[in-house]
């Protein structure tokens, strides 16, 4: 058995660079949504910024769209992860650190480089 | 390592300890992520019910009011009239057939809300009809139609002569059913259909009478609250039930990816 998987060679560095162009963008996008979405948190449960309602709720501040769209944008992101992870054929666990990082504050912006060096590394390895 | 046949390197790849470990895990996070769904949905119509009774509660609260302030007869009747405690004087049409409204207890006990027409003595209403349940009884529905000898005129369901004054919540219209009347009992109380039964003017909406003046002897038990209409789902927690059923999906098919990836490299 040598090192690698001998699948290597069957992945699509054109399909896959494609793919993880996709991934970034939407690494960015979701890791900045959920900045917006954790400093709402923060707003409307720590400090009570929009004060409550008549149920003693509190009320939101930035707006509620704001987890409704990170809920969204989410979706698309697992998307463009799964897609990514399938085609450079990774284990498990890098989707799950993949899925994590879009829920986890700032961990987008930490994965998405690591991400880049794994694509470079695997795809070197696959034409070599 | 022989050639193997697609399939039956996708069952070796997915028999392995640590795929079936992979799919116990994935399968925890698809169930967990359904289950939220569910979760989701539950907490958006418990939401809309809990808003919508706050705000028939709070009108029920306050002391009744004369009927005309809150409806005029042939008038629209708005969801913010639900609930409106009011007060109206008139007297209870002789000569207008009384009906059986069948509707089961919160308890499931069979029986049905007696309706009669009240036409209004006062106001700018007066001489429209009010359509008013008198209150509820419990009965068999396959006894229905021997009670519609008890509500008839001379029965002892009969609608009290004279003048009375009643006191009661507004409610609105419920969809016309097909039921006629016909056998004295009547699928809801739509006052589209009533004005065909009894004539109009009519009011849009009906009154369920908590009080009589003078007391009535009838052995009627006072009507239920009138069933509070929920308002639509929100379609926040709809969408975040929907999104938690998508992330489900997600774990089943990383794990059948990975079984396919596996199985490549055990034929290979």
Known sequence: MTALPPT??????????????RYRVMAFVTGGMLLLLTLEMVLKYV???????????PEPVIGSWVAFAHGWIYVVYLVTVFDLWSRMRWGASRILVMVAAGVVPVLSFVIEPRAARWVDTDLRAAQA | MPTRSRTSAWFAAARQPRILGLLLILLVAAGICVRLGAWQLDRAVERSERAALRAAEARADTAPVPLDDVVRPQTGFTQAMVGRSVEVAGEFVQGAAQYLVPEADPAGEPGGLVLAAFRVGEGAGEGAILPV?????????????ALAFRLSPGGDLAAPPGNVRLMGVLAGSEAAQSASGSDGTLGSISPGQLANLWGSPIYGGYLRVLEVQPAQTASLDPAPAPAVRRGGLPLQNLAYAVQWWIFGGFAVAVWLRLVRDEGRRLRE
Not at chain 1, 47 to 57: E, L, R, S
């Open chain 1, 8 to 21: 290597r060679a069957s992945i699509d560095a054109g399909r896959a660079r494609a793919a993880f162009a």
């Open chain 1, 47 to 57: 400090f009570h910024a929009g004060g409550v309602d008549a149920a003693g709720d």
């Open chain 2, 133 to 145: 349940v008198r209150g509820r009884l419990d009965a068999d529905p396959a006894d229905l139609g």
